[in-house]
Protein backbone atom coordinates (compact mmCIF):
# COMPACT_ATOMS: atom_id res chain seq x y z
CA UNK A 1 0.00 0.00 0.00
CA UNK A 2 1.12 3.45 -0.27
CA UNK A 3 1.30 5.53 2.55
CA UNK A 4 3.31 8.89 3.11
CA UNK A 5 4.14 9.40 6.91
CA UNK A 6 4.67 12.64 8.48
CA UNK A 7 5.88 12.41 12.09
CA UNK A 8 5.61 15.68 13.63
CA UNK A 9 2.75 17.68 13.37
CA UNK A 10 4.91 20.89 14.59
CA UNK A 11 8.19 21.89 14.43
CA UNK A 12 9.24 25.13 15.85
CA UNK A 13 12.52 26.49 15.78
CA UNK A 14 14.20 29.74 15.90
CA UNK A 15 15.01 31.95 12.99
CA UNK A 16 19.26 31.22 11.23
CA UNK A 17 18.61 27.26 12.98
CA UNK A 18 18.49 24.42 11.34
CA UNK A 19 15.36 22.67 10.08
CA UNK A 20 14.93 19.05 8.91
CA UNK A 21 10.90 17.55 8.14
CA UNK A 22 10.40 14.38 8.40
CA UNK A 23 9.13 12.31 5.57
CA UNK A 24 9.05 8.19 5.51
CA UNK A 25 7.12 6.65 2.68
CA UNK A 26 5.85 3.21 2.28
CA UNK A 27 5.73 1.99 -1.84
CA UNK A 28 6.82 -1.18 -3.49
CA UNK A 29 7.79 0.49 -6.75
CA UNK A 30 9.70 3.21 -7.79
CA UNK A 31 7.93 6.40 -6.00
CA UNK A 32 7.96 9.52 -7.46
CA UNK A 33 8.19 12.10 -4.42
CA UNK A 34 7.14 15.64 -3.79
CA UNK A 35 7.21 18.73 -1.00
CA UNK A 36 4.48 21.43 -1.29
CA UNK A 37 4.05 24.00 1.24
CA UNK A 38 1.06 26.09 2.12
CA UNK A 39 1.68 29.78 3.29
CA UNK A 40 -0.86 31.40 5.52
CA UNK A 41 -4.09 32.21 3.66
CA UNK A 42 -2.60 31.11 -0.22
CA UNK A 43 -3.27 27.86 -2.20
CA UNK A 44 -1.09 24.81 -1.60
CA UNK A 45 1.89 25.13 -4.14
CA UNK A 46 4.61 22.44 -5.22
CA UNK A 47 7.94 23.07 -3.41
CA UNK A 48 10.03 21.01 -5.00
CA UNK A 49 10.63 17.16 -6.65
CA UNK A 50 12.69 14.63 -5.88
CA UNK A 51 13.46 13.99 -9.47
CA UNK A 52 14.80 17.54 -10.33
CA UNK A 53 17.41 17.54 -7.34
CA UNK A 54 17.08 21.13 -6.83
CA UNK A 55 17.67 23.73 -4.44
CA UNK A 56 14.54 26.28 -4.02
CA UNK A 57 14.48 28.82 -1.75
CA UNK A 58 17.19 27.00 0.42
CA UNK A 59 15.72 23.63 0.89
CA UNK A 60 16.71 20.44 -0.41
CA UNK A 61 15.44 16.78 -0.29
CA UNK A 62 17.07 13.65 -0.88
CA UNK A 63 15.66 10.45 -1.90
CA UNK A 64 16.70 8.02 0.73
CA UNK A 65 15.35 4.54 -0.32
CA UNK A 66 17.49 2.52 2.15
CA UNK A 67 15.37 4.39 4.27
CA UNK A 68 12.54 5.12 2.62
CA UNK A 69 12.59 8.17 3.72
CA UNK A 70 12.37 12.06 1.70
CA UNK A 71 13.28 14.62 4.65
CA UNK A 72 13.21 18.54 3.54
CA UNK A 73 16.14 20.37 5.53
CA UNK A 74 17.36 23.96 5.15
CA UNK A 75 20.62 25.16 6.90
CA UNK A 76 19.37 28.14 8.23
CA UNK A 77 15.53 28.88 8.16
CA UNK A 78 13.73 32.31 8.29
CA UNK A 79 10.56 33.63 9.70
CA UNK A 80 8.78 33.62 5.94
CA UNK A 81 9.43 29.81 5.87
CA UNK A 82 6.60 29.36 8.40
CA UNK A 83 4.01 27.17 6.78
CA UNK A 84 2.82 23.99 6.57
CA UNK A 85 4.59 21.33 4.97
CA UNK A 86 3.07 18.30 3.02
CA UNK A 87 5.26 15.27 1.82
CA UNK A 88 3.42 13.35 -1.23
CA UNK A 89 4.11 10.14 -3.37
CA UNK A 90 3.18 9.45 -6.64
CA UNK A 91 3.12 6.17 -7.54
CA UNK A 92 1.90 3.93 -10.69
CA UNK A 93 -1.14 5.36 -10.48
CA UNK A 94 -0.60 9.14 -10.78
CA UNK A 95 -2.50 10.29 -7.22
CA UNK A 96 -0.68 12.11 -5.57
CA UNK A 97 -0.57 10.19 -1.88
CA UNK A 98 0.03 13.28 0.73
CA UNK A 99 1.16 12.85 4.21
CA UNK A 100 -0.74 14.69 7.07
CA UNK A 101 1.75 17.62 6.96
CA UNK A 102 3.96 19.35 9.65
CA UNK A 103 3.63 22.98 10.46
CA UNK A 104 6.79 24.63 10.62
CA UNK A 105 6.96 27.59 13.05
CA UNK A 106 9.82 29.88 12.38
CA UNK A 107 10.68 32.62 15.82
CA UNK A 108 12.52 35.45 15.60
CA UNK B 1 -3.83 31.48 -17.30
CA UNK B 2 -5.97 32.11 -13.80
CA UNK B 3 -4.73 28.32 -11.52
CA UNK B 4 -6.95 26.27 -11.11
CA UNK B 5 -10.48 28.10 -9.84
CA UNK B 6 -12.88 26.34 -7.04
CA UNK B 7 -16.35 27.96 -6.01
CA UNK B 8 -17.51 28.64 -4.26
CA UNK B 9 -14.92 29.02 -1.58
CA UNK B 10 -17.16 28.88 1.15
CA UNK B 11 -20.91 26.84 1.22
CA UNK B 12 -22.80 26.48 4.04
CA UNK B 13 -25.43 23.40 4.01
CA UNK B 14 -28.01 22.43 6.01
CA UNK B 15 -27.84 18.08 7.37
CA UNK B 16 -29.74 16.34 4.58
CA UNK B 17 -28.97 19.19 1.53
CA UNK B 18 -26.93 18.45 -1.06
CA UNK B 19 -23.65 20.42 -1.84
CA UNK B 20 -22.02 20.92 -5.42
CA UNK B 21 -18.07 22.10 -5.48
CA UNK B 22 -17.01 23.17 -8.98
CA UNK B 23 -13.49 23.26 -10.27
CA UNK B 24 -11.92 24.47 -13.69
CA UNK B 25 -8.85 23.15 -13.88
CA UNK B 26 -5.79 24.93 -15.21
CA UNK B 27 -5.85 25.93 -19.07
CA UNK B 28 -4.88 22.58 -21.00
CA UNK B 29 -5.01 20.65 -18.08
CA UNK B 30 -7.25 17.40 -18.93
CA UNK B 31 -6.31 15.61 -15.09
CA UNK B 32 -8.44 16.77 -11.60
CA UNK B 33 -7.50 15.43 -8.51
CA UNK B 34 -9.83 15.88 -5.56
CA UNK B 35 -8.97 15.97 -1.73
CA UNK B 36 -10.76 16.29 1.59
CA UNK B 37 -8.62 17.69 4.57
CA UNK B 38 -10.54 17.43 7.88
CA UNK B 39 -9.60 19.73 10.52
CA UNK B 40 -6.26 18.65 12.08
CA UNK B 41 -5.97 16.68 9.46
CA UNK B 42 -3.73 15.93 6.37
CA UNK B 43 -4.86 15.98 2.92
CA UNK B 44 -6.92 12.59 2.30
CA UNK B 45 -7.24 11.79 -1.51
CA UNK B 46 -10.60 11.33 -2.63
CA UNK B 47 -10.69 10.79 -6.84
CA UNK B 48 -8.90 11.03 -9.74
CA UNK B 49 -10.73 12.29 -12.71
CA UNK B 50 -9.46 12.20 -16.81
CA UNK B 51 -12.13 13.91 -19.13
CA UNK B 52 -15.56 12.25 -19.01
CA UNK B 53 -13.36 9.22 -16.72
CA UNK B 54 -13.00 8.12 -13.39
CA UNK B 55 -9.56 6.74 -13.06
CA UNK B 56 -9.54 6.13 -9.40
CA UNK B 57 -12.13 6.65 -6.84
CA UNK B 58 -10.36 4.41 -4.35
CA UNK B 59 -11.13 7.58 -1.76
CA UNK B 60 -14.65 8.54 -1.91
CA UNK B 61 -17.15 7.10 0.47
CA UNK B 62 -19.18 4.56 -1.05
CA UNK B 63 -22.43 6.62 -0.31
CA UNK B 64 -23.90 9.57 -1.09
CA UNK B 65 -20.54 11.17 -2.71
CA UNK B 66 -19.70 11.13 -6.57
CA UNK B 67 -17.93 13.55 -8.84
CA UNK B 68 -17.79 13.90 -12.63
CA UNK B 69 -15.73 16.01 -15.34
CA UNK B 70 -17.33 16.48 -18.30
CA UNK B 71 -16.12 17.21 -21.66
CA UNK B 72 -17.23 20.45 -20.99
CA UNK B 73 -17.44 22.40 -18.03
CA UNK B 74 -16.14 21.73 -14.43
CA UNK B 75 -15.61 19.16 -12.49
CA UNK B 76 -18.38 18.76 -9.93
CA UNK B 77 -17.74 16.94 -6.89
CA UNK B 78 -21.64 15.99 -5.44
CA UNK B 79 -22.70 15.29 -1.58
CA UNK B 80 -25.93 14.44 -1.31
CA UNK B 81 -27.53 14.41 2.06
CA UNK B 82 -24.81 15.85 4.10
CA UNK B 83 -24.02 15.56 7.55
CA UNK B 84 -21.94 17.41 9.84
CA UNK B 85 -19.26 15.17 9.69
CA UNK B 86 -19.04 16.44 5.59
CA UNK B 87 -17.35 19.63 7.13
CA UNK B 88 -13.86 19.91 5.68
CA UNK B 89 -12.01 21.83 2.82
CA UNK B 90 -12.61 20.41 -0.28
CA UNK B 91 -9.33 20.93 -2.47
CA UNK B 92 -9.01 20.38 -5.77
CA UNK B 93 -6.31 20.10 -8.27
CA UNK B 94 -5.00 19.72 -11.66
CA UNK B 95 -2.49 18.68 -13.92
CA UNK B 96 -1.21 18.29 -17.81
CA UNK B 97 -1.58 14.51 -19.24
CA UNK B 98 1.43 13.18 -18.75
CA UNK B 99 3.00 15.30 -16.91
CA UNK B 100 4.61 13.23 -13.98
CA UNK B 101 2.05 14.46 -11.37
CA UNK B 102 2.88 17.81 -10.92
CA UNK B 103 -0.28 19.22 -9.72
CA UNK B 104 -1.67 22.64 -9.54
CA UNK B 105 -3.83 22.84 -6.40
CA UNK B 106 -7.58 25.14 -6.06
CA UNK B 107 -7.70 27.79 -3.48
CA UNK B 108 -10.19 25.07 -1.66
CA UNK B 109 -13.86 24.63 -0.77
CA UNK B 110 -15.18 24.93 2.98
CA UNK B 111 -17.91 23.56 3.33
CA UNK B 112 -19.76 23.76 6.71
CA UNK B 113 -22.81 21.78 7.46
CA UNK B 114 -24.91 22.93 10.84
Redesign the interface.
Given at each position: AQRVT?PEKLLSVFKGAPVELKCNYSYSGSP?L?W?VQYSR?????LL?H?SRESIKGFTADLNKGETSFHLKKPFAQEEDSAMY?CAL?GN?????????TRLQVFP | NA??MQNPRHLVRRRGQEARLRCSPMKGHS?V?W?RQLPE?????MV?LQKENI??ESGMPKERFSAEFPKEGPSILRIQQVVRGDSAAY?C?S?LEDS?????????TRLTVV
Open positions: QEFYQRLQLRIYATDKLIFGTG | GVHYYEGLKFYIDFASNTEAFFGQG
